[in-house]
């Protein structure tokens, strides 16, 4: 895990791979910019042939080669970004390896131009989601680029406007960006925030792009040609051989050519193959067939700037960008019908580049403007659900209370898949010994940890997080890097806990991520333990090392150590506020420890019957709890009250024992369901089961020795219960599916009404995490796909995007959601990508990524995520 070697300083380059062109523009150490000539031209084209032996070539000298076999040419691969491959004449190629080939062309020639490759910034469609931003990433890292950082299209734009034509663009005012490529239009307004950039609202239209008027234009032209020329037009619509092919192709060129001559000139000449006499084209005819296009494209401006709830009138600018932003009919439009006048340039293909530099910090720059990376993070304490007990008579799914694992073994993986196209060997390892899923899962078994204390000094989620673009904060350097392995952290408020292995020892520490500084540590605590975990409490942080024997310590919120407990390899511990409760699995007791010097207050045996030895708990958790951050299997991060310190026990007695974890005594008993299948939670005053064939879901009244109430039964017995969850004051979320289809949906029903409230598709889906009078349904346990939606409170709407229903969801607080594309359960370094999005409406925020962190190692609170990352623990800042 040694330090990466610096870059040259000073130099940069920002690159915009464009449908048709891809232009690449170079920064000095002295602040100069100038375009990249690539073949002695500013603008390549981003075509690519493929010759007979292989070889991808690309440019001018792809577009010359298709002359040969048009059929071996590829001239927009960025069109093909959702295609695995593409036929270049007899053989498939990757479409990651055709964007690899155009940005490989754009690496020779800075290497040419500064002797290496300067930092690099790459730009994206606002709209992309992150599968297509993990295909850029790819092809990059294939091209032979270092890691770049990724941007979003119109931040780059907007950066130009303001920084090289200095436009005033005042904070909190938003800039509209009009990018009509030769591909796709992309609109996109953008808002000045604290001198960053970010996108608050996109959209635009995939098949309306330079090429789309092209198309327009040809047939256009064909119109004129089928009467005056029937079987040159025939040749030219359906070319059967290769001679032809070329002269479709040279025809297609030469009508571009005439559409871009018409935005200086009034008349263009077209050359048709097979005729010996041109013919002309004018720019009225140009404007009458494109102005159809161009309407459409002006509707959509005016649509996506409304639905940021903006008029026209209130921007600070409209900025055209893309190169066939260059005809005058485009402007004219757009300000007849917006009555903005937009800004447009001579060369429109270049601000993208230019402006993307703006994000690659020059080196006098502050820490807190470093570029940061792509994707979403949660914290590796919470970041797997728990797996029913090893030896359980029954087969359950983890108590939705409180209730975390210890290690990834605790459970499956949660994180979404990795990219389509990333090989094993895409990231560099961050450990020196990476461990495995399977591996970890044979060498750790199952700790759960319920952590129930009074928290009330903390945020509880009273307003949605205003979600800004990530901004680096301050680091704690990982000391002898080279030799330190499985890196943890754990936050609560502003306090972050973190740790890693080394030379036989558990390095700890803590940090004040308010007042930006290293409060204590790294401490060193002996054990030969490899694996380790964190839990962040009020005020203390405990440390558990698996294995066998393993150990739980106990450190303050000043570094001192407090308590060393041995512990088992399947042995469960429960925070309370006056006791650490530790069900041993050898002795099959409950023990209340006494958190100051670790004396034993009680003991409790587990209920049995003849030689059937075995118990099943929820720690009771309140609906405050939920407010604030969760982990993906839904669980809160900490608990917002301490009062209740209760636990549910079902006993192998066929009892259920509603335990004071204060001394360890039964304060009510009921009969428990006999059932070889259990879904079930504890929360305020209620413990939820769900159970049988037909499911149905039964609560009983914690305070009351009432017998349990049935809140609904399922009248499909083909449907089975996947989990249940809290979803608001009085209410109860299931997740189920049928056998015969695997169609999953997701309900909400009345407690007290003993109904259905609504039922909504959920399909894909595995987890329920509770948002106040919501509940997401997501994914954490799919090995090949990842889903999430999110449903308003009275189950009418849904609310999350396309892109944001393909990725892994997880709470900041009952009002925000983090949506994370990449692999949280990692122990090698990799990229992950953040997207910040508002429950009640559904507003999104790509936050950007995190490039090369640990994803088992992240931990968040409600502003900032806390990753390790090369050789230190860096904080990142998500909000304004």
Known sequence: ?????????????????????????????????????????????SGVYADESGQLLVGRDAQRLAGLDPSRFEPNPKRRIDEPGVLLGNREVATVDLLAAVLGAVARAAVEAVGFLPPAVLTYPAAWGPRRRDVLAYAASRAGWPPVRLLPEPVAAARYFADVLRRPVPVGACLAVFDFGGGTLDIAVVRNENGRFNVVGSGGIEDLGGLDVDAALV??????????????????????????????????????????????????????????????????????????????????????????????????????????????????????????????????????????????????????????????????????????????????????????????????????????????????????????????????VVLAVVAVLALHQFSRGASAVDFSTLRAGFSVPIADSKNADYPVTATVGNRTYYGWTGNKKFHLGAMDLDKQKNVWGPVDVDSEASTWRLWALPDRVVAIATGSPGALYVFGNDGKQHLQVPIGSEDIAYFFKDHLVLYQDQTRQLLGLNWSNGHQDWVRDNPKSGSFNDTLLAGESTL??????????????????????????????????????????????????????????????????????????????????????????????????VTIAPCGNGRVCALDEATDNNSTEVAAFDVNAHKQLWRKPAGGTDTLVSLGDQVLATTTQSSSSVASFLYSADGKKQLLGSDDQKTLGVRVNAHSLLFVSGNLDGTSSGDLSLVGVTTQDGKRTALGPLQGVVGSSCSWNEKDVVCAKEDKIQVWHFTS
Request: proline share 12%; hydrophobic share 40%.
């Open 624 to 721: 405050a709890d939920f407010a604030g951050p969760g982990a993906p299997s839904g669980r809160p991060l900490f608990y917002a009250d301490g009062d209740s310190q209760r636990i549910v026990q079902t006993g192998a007695d066929k009892k259920l024992y509603l335990v004071d974890g204060t001394n360890g005594k039964t304060i009510r008993q009921w009969n428990a369901v006999d059932s070889t299948s259990v879904k079930y939670f504890a929360s305020d005053g209620k413990y939820y089961v769900g159970w049988g064939s037909p499911y149905q879901i039964q609560a009983y009244d914690l305070n009351k020795q009432d017998e349990p109430q049935t809140i609904y039964s399922s009248p499909d017995s083909k449907r089975s219960l």
């Open 219 to 444: 047939e256009h032209l064909g119109t004129v040609l089928s009467a005056s020329a029937p079987d040159v037009w025939y040749a030219l619509n359906q070319p059967d051989t290769t001679s032809r092919r070329r002269d479709r192709r040279l025809f297609w060129e030469d009508v571009r050519g005439a559409k871009e001559m018409l935005s200086r000139t009034t008349v263009a000449p077209i050359t048709i193959p097979g005729r010996d006499q041109a013919i002309h084209l004018t720019r009225e005819e140009l404007e009458r067939v494109a102005e159809p296009l161009l309407r459409r494209a002006v509707w959509e401006t005016g649509a996506v700037i409304h639905r940021c709830g903006l008029r026209p009138d209130q921007l600070a600018g409209l900025f055209l960008v893309g190169g066939s932003s260059r005809l005058p009919l485009a402007a004219r439009l757009l300000h007849a019908e917006l009555g903005i006048a937009p800004t447009v340039l001579e060369q429109p293909e270049l601000p993208v580049a230019e402006g993307a530099l703006a994000e690659l910090v020059p080196p006098q720059a502050t820490p807190a403007m470093e570029p940061q990376t792509a994707q979403a993070v949660y914290p590796a304490t919470a970041a797997v659900p728990v797996s029913a007990h090893p030896a359980a008579p029954h087969s359950v799914s983890p108590p939705y209370g409180p209730a975390f694992p210890v290690s990834p073994a605790a459970g499956v993986p949660v994180s979404p898949p990795p990219p389509v196209y990333a090989p094993p060997s895409a990231a560099r390892s961050f450990l020196k010994r990476p461990i495995t899923w399977v591996g970890a899962a044979a060498a750790v």
């Open 1 to 45: 895990m040694g330090r990466m070697p610096e870059p040259q300083q000073g130099f940069a380059i920002g690159v915009d791979l464009g449908t048709s062109n891809t232009v690449a523009v170079m920064r000095w150490p002295d602040g100069r910019t100038r375009p990249l000539l690539v073949d002695g031209v500013p603008v390549m084209p």
